[in-house]
C-alpha cells in the first residue's frame, strides 16, 4: 500500500481495474482498524450524498496527449480570483464605504492595521494579475483552438467573466475615493454617457444621478463586493463544470491518429 | 367531474386503444388539472418574484429621478468682474461629499467686442465637454485647455481643438444685492443656444437632441 493509497480514502481513489484488490494487504488488525477510520467517515459521508463517482469522475478525467503547462492558466486565473475573494473578505472588514471616510479608512488599513498594508496590496497587485492571466488564458484558448465545437458556449462563459472582472476593475477603483479614483471615474462614467440612447440613462444608475456623490460610493461598494462576485462564483461553477463535462482538447500540433491499423486495434 | 372509475381505455375509431383519461377528465375540458395547476403555480412563482424585485430595483434606480433643488451661489460683487478677462469662483455642485463635490467656475461680464450684453453675466463651467476632466482658463492664450486629453475652447467656450464635442457648458447667472450668484448649469450647441444640460460626450443641438436625452429632472434651459 504505498503513500497515496494511505492518504487518498478508498471511496475516492482512482476505481481498481477489475478483478483487482483495493483494500486489505494483510496488515495487523489494530493498524487495519486504524486506517478504515477516515475511510468510515468518508464511506459516511459518501452513502448519504452519493458524490464519490462526481469526485473521481473529476479527479481522475482523461486528459488528452500534449497537455502542457499553458494548460493551468485558467486554474490560475481562478486562483487569482480565490485571492481576490479572500483578500477582499478581510479588507472589507476596515473599510468604510462613505465620501467622507473612505480614505481615512484606507490610509488606517495601510498605516495601522497589522499586515494591513500586505493584504491590500495583495489585492491591488492581484487585480491586476488577474487580468493579465485572464488574458493569457484568452490567448491559449484562442490559439490552440479550443473555443471550437462543442466549446463555444464556455468560450461566451468566459467572455462574460472577463466583463465582469472589467465591472470589478472599475468598481474597485472608485473605492479608495482619492482623486485618482474619483477622476478616474468622472472619466468613465462620461465614457459611458457617450453612448446614445441608453447611455445617459446607463451612467445616471451608475452615478445615482446627475453627479457622483454620496450615494456612488456605497452603490460601487455594492456592486463590487457583492452583485458582480455573486454572478462570478456562478459563472465560474459553470465554466468548470463544462470543462470537466467536454474535457480539454489537445494542442493542434498533435494530429489525431488516424492510420487503419490503430483503428483496427481499438475495434478488437 | 366525472370518477376515477370511467377512465378506462376505449378502442378508438382505427381500432386502436385510445390512450387513458387523466384523472378528473370530464368531456370539453381545454385543458388537464395538471397543466392548469402548473400555469398556477408558475403564476404563484411569477408574482412573488416580481413583488420582490420591482421594489428593489426601483430603490436601486430611483435617485436617478430625484429633482435637484434649484441653488443661487454668491460669488462675490459685481465690480469684481470685468469684461477682458475670467475670474476663477468655486461653487458646491454636490453636497456632502467634501471638496470631490466643488467644481471651479469661470466668470466675466459680457463684452461688447463678442455682442454681448454688457450687464449680462457669464459663468463657463470647468467641466470640460470632452469626458469631464477640469479645464484651466490662460489669460495669455484667451483660450481654456483640458489637461486629460488635450481639448482647447476659445474665449466663448467654442471648440477649437482637440476631441470635445460641444463648448462648454455654463451656468445660469444672476445679480442680487449686489452680489452676482450663481445658479442651475445649462448645456449650449456649437452656437452657443442654450439647451437642457448634458453629460459631458453627448453632441447637442439637432437630432443630437433626441440620441442623447437629457435626464427627466433637468431643469430648462433658460
Known amino acids: 500500500m504505498g503513500l497515496r493509497d494511505a492518504l487518498i480514502p478508498a471511496p475516492l481513489r482512482k476505481p481498481g481495474k477489475p478483478g483487482e484488490r483495493v483494500n486489505g494487504d494483510g496488515a495487523s488488525p489494530v493498524l487495519e482498524r486504524a486506517k478504515e477510520a477516515p475511510v468510515d467517515l468518508v464511506g459516511w459521508v459518501d452513502e448519504r450524498t452519493g458524490a464519490s463517482p462526481f469526485l473521481t469522475g473529476l479527479l481522475f478525467r482523461k486528459v488528452p496527449k500534449g497537455t502542457n503547462w499553458f494548460y493551468t492558466l485558467g486554474s490560475a486565473t481562478l486562483f487569482a480570483f480565490v485571492v481576490q475573494a479572500i483578500t477582499g473578505v478581510f479588507l472589507a472588514m476596515f473599510y468604510v464605504p462613505s465620501t467622507t471616510e473612505a480614505y481615512d479608512s484606507i490610509t488606517h488599513i495601510t498605516e495601522d492595521v497589522f499586515l494591513g498594508q500586505f493584504v491590500r496590496g495583495l489585492h491591488i497587485w492581484g487585480a491586476t494579475v488577474m487580468v493579465i492571466v485572464i488574458f493569457l488564458h484568452m490567448g491559449r484558448t484562442f490559439f490552440f483552438g479550443a473555443y471550437k465545437y462543442p466549446r463555444e458556449l464556455n468560450w461566451v462563459i468566459g467572455v462574460v467573466l472577463l466583463i465582469l472582472t472589467m465591472i470589478m476593475g472599475l468598481t474597485g477603483y472608485l473605492l479608495p475615493f482619492d482623486n485618482r479614483s474619483y477622476w478616474a471615474t468622472v472619466v468613465a462614467m462620461n465614457i459611458t454617457a457617450s453612448g446614445p440612447v441608453v447611455g445617459p440613462y446607463l451612467a445616471d444608475f451608475l452615478r445615482a444621478g446627475a453627479e457622483i456623490g454620496e450615494t456612488t460610493l456605497p452603490r460601487f461598494y455594492a456592486i463590487h463586493m457583492l452583485l458582480v462576485p455573486g454572478l462570478m462564483f456562478a459563472l465560474i461553477g459553470a465554466h468548470l463544470y463544462l470543462v470537466v463535462k467536454l474535457g480539454t482538447t489537445a494542442p493542434p500540433w498533435l494530429r489525431a491518429e488516424t492510420k487503419p491499423k490503430s483503428l483496427r486495434e481499438e475495434q478488437v | ?222
Open chain 2, 1 to 222: 367531474m366525472a370518477d376515477a372509475g370511467d377512465n378506462k381505455s376505449v378502442t378508438g375509431p382505427g381500432g386502436e386503444p385510445e390512450k387513458p383519461k387523466p384523472p378528473g377528465y370530464f368531456k370539453g375540458e381545454s385543458m388537464t388539472r395538471r397543466t392548469a395547476f402548473m400555469a398556477l403555480g408558475q403564476a404563484f412563482g411569477g408574482v412573488a418574484v416580481a413583488a420582490v424585485t420591482l421594489p428593489v430595483v426601483g430603490f436601486a434606480v430611483a435617485p436617478m429621478f430625484e429633482s435637484p433643488q434649484e441653488e443661487w451661489q454668491a460669488v462675490g460683487p459685481l465690480d469684481d468682474f470685468t469684461s477682458d478677462t475670467y475670474r476663477q469662483a468655486v461653487v458646491t455642485a454636490v453636497r456632502d461629499v467634501g471638496e470631490a463635490g466643488k467644481t471651479t467656475v469661470y466668470v466675466r461680464r459680457g463684452s461688447a467686442d463678442l455682442d454681448e450684453d454688457p450687464e449680462e453675466i457669464i459663468a463657463i463651467s470647468s467641466r470640460c465637454a470632452h469626458l469631464g476632466c477640469p479645464v484651466r482658463f490662460y489669460p495669455s492664450a484667451g483660450s481654456f485647455i483640458c489637461p486629460c486629453h488635450g481639448g482647447v475652447y476659445d474665449f466663448e467656450g467654442k471648440v477649437t481643438g482637440g476631441p470635445p464635442v460641444r463648448p462648454l457648458d455654463r451656468f445660469q447667472t444672476r445679480v442680487s444685492a449686489g452680489q452676482v450668484e450663481i445658479g442651475p448649469r445649462y448645456s449650449v450647441t456649437s452656437q452657443l443656444e442654450p439647451v437642457r444640460t448634458r453629460d459631458p460626450a453627448a453632441f447637442t443641438g439637432g437630432i443630437w437632441e433626441y440620441l442623447y436625452p437629457p435626464r427627466p429632472t433637468t431643469p430648462p434651459a433658460p
